[in-house]
């Protein structure tokens, strides 16, 4: 498997850790979409992830932390939107651009680490963050 394709596991409510290996080269759009039990996603180090497509992770409302890996180009958009209980997010420096809506109603959000190499941020993308206390833009 080289791919997660779309809506793959929407809505799968009893998956509670995720850890994807290197071969992954892409998530498609809502793949683990209201995946409301997730609560650990990780990437191996060695990751080749590419693409995460949007709305992805939208509505994983007990996920905490999350380290994009280095190769990923795009936060696409709602990526991780209604995430409740989000608290920090890892950006690889390959993050050129984050988009609409990504991280929207990430209410706990406390810290994201914006890559010197971003020209994008669409708007929204940090819409109700109310606990961001930093972004270097």
Same mark, same amino acid.
């Not at 651009?97 to 810290?111: Q, R």
């Given at each position: 498997i080289t791919s997660i394709p779309s809506n793959c596991f929407y809505r799968c409510r009893s998956l509670e850790g995720l850890t994807l290996h290197d071969r992954i080269t &892409?998530?498609?759009n809502n793949a683990f979409d209201e995946s409301y039990s997730l609560t650990e996603l990780s990437f191996k180090t060695s990751s $080749?992830?590419?693409n995460i497509g949007e709305c992805a992770f939208d509505w994983c409302?007990?996920?905490? &932390?999350? $380290?994009?890996?280095?190769g990923v180009t795009r936060i696409e958009n709602r990526v991780f939107s209604w995430c409740d209980n989000l608290e920090s997010v890892s950006l690889p420096e390959s993050i050129t651009s984050i988009g609409e809506d990504a991280f929207e109603m990430c209410v706990k959000l406390k810290s994201v680490n914006i890559p010197k190499g971003v020209t994008s941020i669409e708007k929204r993308a940090f819409a109700t963050c109310n606990s961001l206390e930093f972004q270097k833009v």
């Amino acid at each position: 498997i080289t791919s997660i394709p779309s809506n793959c596991f929407y809505r799968c409510r009893s998956l509670e850790g995720l850890t994807l290996h290197d071969r992954i080269t &892409s998530i498609g759009n809502n793949a683990f979409d209201e995946s409301y039990s997730l609560t650990e996603l990780s990437f191996k180090t060695s990751s $080749t992830l590419q693409n995460i497509g949007e709305c992805a992770f939208d509505w994983c409302r007990i996920l905490k &932390s999350v $380290t994009i890996p280095e190769g990923v180009t795009r936060i696409e958009n709602r990526v991780f939107s209604w995430c409740d209980n989000l608290e920090s997010v890892s950006l690889p420096e390959s993050i050129t651009s984050i988009g609409e809506d990504a991280f929207e109603m990430c209410v706990k959000l406390k810290s994201v680490n914006i890559p010197k190499g971003v020209t994008s941020i669409e708007k929204r993308a940090f819409a109700t963050c109310n606990s961001l206390e930093f972004q270097k833009v």
